[in-house]
């Protein structure tokens, strides 16, 4: 039996199983298509300032900067914050990268045209004011775009279970998830309106199969995949007309949808 994988977040050891990059890769291509949706339905390009929160090791602010945005990417830890520099000077990307907690966001009011929270909501103790930051940093017609993990029977099983404790498909410490900061999508509308930011709804987002995801997790945990092949074989995908089991996207902006 081979040695159990080092499970690290924001590691640069090359051996090192890090969930918060994996879940980046997997959800990486409905980040993107879901918010391209969005401004297109709302008549809008993908250009002007974005904001992503929780950017981590910087994959989906590169992927908006590529789009056409000028990013400015936050992430609380400054070992993430190194390695997204790392990437984007190593693929020409202009990006700034800064390194402060989602609750005190040092970026200048109304800055943005569009904040995206990334692994964010399902982590604070303090969700209201993760809102009333990313509230703040949007443009008067600004647009937000999320997306957490629902809490539900399904979701714990997922997050607080598959994730950070069985042996076999661990990728995450103990602690990272908490059913507590699993977040019903009741609950961020209830914030979104607070801090006056009109909800869009939400969107479901799931992978291909329970076993592509089974299969995606183990095959990175044995370091037979990549971080950047795990999109392709978990395969996850929008369904809007599905009711979110685990994950979902949504969106709200300052004034009307």
């Given at each position: ?24 890769a997997a ?37 908006l900067a ?91 099983l997922v ?99």
């Amino acid at each position: 039996m081979g040695s159990a994988p080092l499970i690290a977040l924001d590691s640069p050891a090359p051996e090192a199983v890090d969930g918060r990059q994996i879940r980046a890769a997997a959800f990486q291509g409905v980040r993107l298509e879901y918010t391209c949706g969005v401004l297109a339905r709302l008549g809008r390009a993908p250009s002007g300032r974005a904001l992503v929160v929780g950017s981590g090791r910087g994959l989906l602010a590169h992927g908006l900067a590529g789009l056409g945005f000028e990013v400015t990417a936050v992430d609380p830890s400054g070992s993430a914050t190194a390695l997204a520099r790392a990437a984007a000077a190593r693929d020409g990307l202009t990006v700034e990268h800064r390194t402060a907690p989602a609750e005190r966001l040092d970026v200048p009011d109304a800055a943005f045209d569009l904040v995206y929270l990334a692994d964010t909501l399902e982590i604070t103790a303090d969700p209201d004011r993760v809102i009333e930051q990313a509230a703040r940093a949007l443009t008067p017609d600004g647009v937000l775009v999320y997306d957490t993990v629902n809490r539900t029977p399904v979701s714990r099983l997922v997050y607080l279970v598959a994730f950070q404790r069985l042996p076999m498909t661990r990728v995450v410490p103990a602690g990272r998830y908490a059913a507590r900061r699993l977040r019903p999508p009741a609950d961020v509308a209830a914030l979104l309106a607070r801090h006056g930011l009109a909800d869009g709804g939400i969107c479901d987002f799931k992978p291909r199969s329970v076993r592509s995801l089974v299969a995606g997790v183990l095959a990175r945990r044995r370091g037979r995949i990549t971080d950047d092949e795990i999109e392709a074989v978990v395969g996850f995908a929008l369904a809007p007309k599905s009711k979110p089991l685990v994950t979902y996207l949504g969106h709200a902006r300052k004034g009307r949808i």
